[in-house]
């Protein structure tokens, strides 16, 4: 028996397809194009005797939530009972123990032989709760833990699910039991979605309820509603969406007039998706994600985007290009504009509470920083406060308003508190504001925060290591299980991978002896500039100004070259030559990121895979495809970006291959180089040394 990935274009593949397709009244019902979308994720192992399917897991992978989440499990009739499930069940377990927190899944309770299994393997049964489907079945959501909490700090069961409206035609379907392959409605109901989205209903229902003549039929659908979430939000806001929604939408009969009003609940409700089969509103997606962020999808789309939208905390990812926000002290007379815009009124937060830390703060001149960003209608977008003290940073408030920006926002304050740490020396931040939202508390996680006793902190160092001199520093061991990080670095099989997690969460840490690939990847001055180079857009986000995107992830989008760039590995961005307006910072390494994905395939496909990311338009990846839209082009997706206060210029990077026995190099496309080069350079960068 041999235990494989599967591949998207190979024959298992098909019978991976059958035996799901045969099993699907037990496993639910999966689209052929889902099992390929996971294959070419690598996100399916089979386990086949001499090219024969013998069992299959399908999998995800929860990044935000920092767990693997089990779609799949299924074994051929004649293969149970001979230890194929175990053998799977290791096989995923070995792939991810030492990087994320644990295995999740959901299933029914009266499947006698799958409890079974899960409980003999470790299994913990986390709790029970109904499924969706329209008989009164039952779900166990079973949790292994793989015992990384002393590198992940939330547990997967405090992460919010993602959230999505549907209308009221998907509702009826779905009510009626009406099988659509077409659109994937009748998919909705799958028992692992259970886990990863809540759904909801627009109130406006209840009026085309209503318009039922059949009296019997309208109380079913009534308490059919029972089983999905009512939208709460301003009628007054929802009103004056439903008016810039007219001229956007067509149609103007009361069906028209209905499904309007349900999409404008669906955005008052700051609910991100919205969950339809009516043209008329699927071809205003662009211009409605435009105007209030939100995306309007097929229900078989919401399904296959639930792993790319994930990871995000709240909303997509948005960039501004081109706009200069206002950041700076707090001055006098808006500190009751600030309690007014920022108390907590949800979770009991007191008003004189939030203004006692604000007076405190200002009245600590020498020790405190109060910074306050808004946008060119003086609208608040976000407040912190910092202060410095002997041996560490504290952040007593840190608070970003409801808006398109605030997740990204969050992430970039939090990122320059991490440098403004590191510049004042201070190898210990803390954060202790007690009303931040679940959504950023995810995003401190994910940034390597801890929480303690109510208090976030995270270690802020910029240094070069041995991952044997980490416990050289202080607070290290207060903050982190020595002897099970220690445990595991003597782990020679699995040092690596446990090596590059620990180093993301310990950013902007690095360690020397890291197996992990490096790239020279050139890029344009422009390109540089707006993605993450603010010292080449002259801003920064602790100056008068930021015109920079306040993105952690982001996309670049390239010519497909010789080299096939692995991940994960690091990047170094090498800003090429330029005559334009953005030609400071060029003919130079000025970044260094880590590359999470790489993908190839056409233009188009590409860019609506990730056109959420960074700031590019159709027109530039069209100009980049040389006007067609099925050139293959590659897209790399890379995040925590460092960028360097002293470009390494052209010159010196030369230098550097040629003493390390590489030739010199033009950068005109991307080059691997040793983990020496990689930090020769990143010394030059952050030191100028």
Not at 338 to 347: A, I, Y
Request: glycine share 4%.
């Amino acid at each position: 028996m041999e235990i494989e990935v599967v591949k998207e274009n190979g024959e298992i593949l098909k019978q991976v397809v059958e035996l799901g397709t045969k099993n699907s009244k037990t496993l639910g019902h999966f689209p052929e194009g889902a099992y390929v979308d996971h294959a070419r994720k690598g996100f399916l192992i089979c386990a086949h005797q001499e090219r024969i399917l013998l069992g299959y897991i399908l999998f995800s992978i929860t990044s935000s939530k920092s767990y693997v989440r089990i779609i799949q499990l299924c074994i051929a009739d004649e293969a149970r009972g001979t230890g194929v499930a175990k053998e799977l069940l290791n096989s995923l377990k070995n792939k991810f123990r030492f990087s994320l927190k644990g295995i999740a899944l959901s299933c029914r309770c009266d499947y006698i032989e799958a409890t079974s299994l899960w409980e003999k393997y470790g299994f913990k049964a986390m709790d029970k709760v109904r499924s969706r489907s329209l008989k009164e079945n039952y779900l166990f959501k079973w949790w292994y833990d793989f015992g990384n909490h002393d590198l992940f700090s939330l547990s997967h069961s405090n992460s919010s699910k993602q959230k999505a409206l549907l209308d009221a035609n998907i509702l009826i379907k779905l009510r009626n039991d009406r099988k659509d392959e077409i659109s994937g409605t009748n998919f909705l109901l799958d028992d692992w979605l259970i886990s990863e989205i809540d759904f909801f209903y627009a109130p406006e229902i209840y009026n085309e309820i209503k318009r039922d003549k059949n009296d019997q039929r309208a109380r079913e659908t009534r308490a059919f509603l029972s089983n999905f979430y009512e939208a709460k939000f301003d009628p007054d806001l929802r009103d004056i969406i439903l008016e810039k929604l007219h001229p956007i939408i067509s149609g103007s009969s009361e069906n028209d007039l209905s499904d309007k009003r349900q999409l404008a609940e669906c955005i008052a409700g700051e609910i991100n998706y919205f969950v339809t089969t009516d043209e008329k509103i699927l071809v205003a997606d662009s211009e409605v994600n435009k105007l209030f962020g939100i995306q309007i999808l097929r229900p078989i789309d919401i399904i296959l985007r639930i792993d790319e939208d994930n990871n995000k905390s709240n909303y997509q990812s948005t960039r501004i290009a081109g706009v200069n926000y206002e950041n700076g002290f707090l001055k006098s007379g808006e500190i009751d504009d600030l309690v007014d815009t920022l108390f907590d009124k949800n979770n009991s937060e007191k008003k004189h509470e939030l203004r006692s830390i604000f007076t405190l703060a200002s009245v600590n001149i020498k020790d405190c920083r109060t910074r306050v960003i808004r946008d060119n209608n003086r609208v608040i977008l976000g407040v912190w406060i910092s202060e410095l003290s002997p041996d560490r940073l504290l952040i007593p408030l840190l608070r970003t308003t409801k808006s398109k920006l605030s997740s990204t926002l969050f992430k970039q304050i939090v990122s320059e508190l991490i440098n403004y740490a590191v510049i004042k020396k201070r190898n210990l931040i803390v954060i202790y504001d007690g009303f931040i939202a679940t959504n950023d508390q995810e995003t401190l996680e994910n940034m390597g925060f801890l929480l303690k006793d109510g208090e976030w902190s995270k270690l802020a160092i910029r240094a070069i290591i041995r991952s044997s001199q980490l416990f050289d520093f202080g607070y290290v061991s207060d903050h982190y299980d020595e002897k099970s990080i220690k445990r595991r670095l003597s782990d020679i099989s699995n040092s690596d991978e446990f090596l590059i997690s620990l180093e993301r969460k310990l950013w902007p840490l690095k360690f020397s002896d890291v197996d992990i690939p490096t790239y020279i990847i050139p890029i344009k001055p422009f390109w540089a500039s707006q993605l993450f180079d603010y010292y080449a857009a002259n801003d920064s986000i602790f100056g008068a100004k930021a015109s920079v995107v306040w993105n952690r992830e982001n996309v670049y989008y390239r010519n497909v070259k010789p080299v096939s760039e692995k991940n994960p590995s690091r990047i170094l961005w090498y800003s090429s030559s330029s005559s334009d307006k953005y030609s400071i910072r060029t003919s130079s390494i000025v970044a260094c990121s880590y590359l999470d994905e790489s993908q190839i395939g056409e233009a188009k496909e590409l860019f609506r895979l990730f056109k959420h990311y960074g700031i590019y338009e159709w027109k530039n990846i069209f100009q980049l495809a040389k006007h067609s839209p099925k050139t293959i082009i590659k897209a790399l997706k890379f995040s925590d970006t460092e960028v360097f206060k002293y470009a390494v210029p052209f010159s010196q990077v030369n230098d550097i291959l040629f003493t390390n026995g590489r030739k010199r190099n033009s950068f005109t496309g991307p080059l691997e180089v040793s983990n020496q080069i990689f930090l020769e350079i990143y010394k030059l960068g952050v030191n100028h040394k």
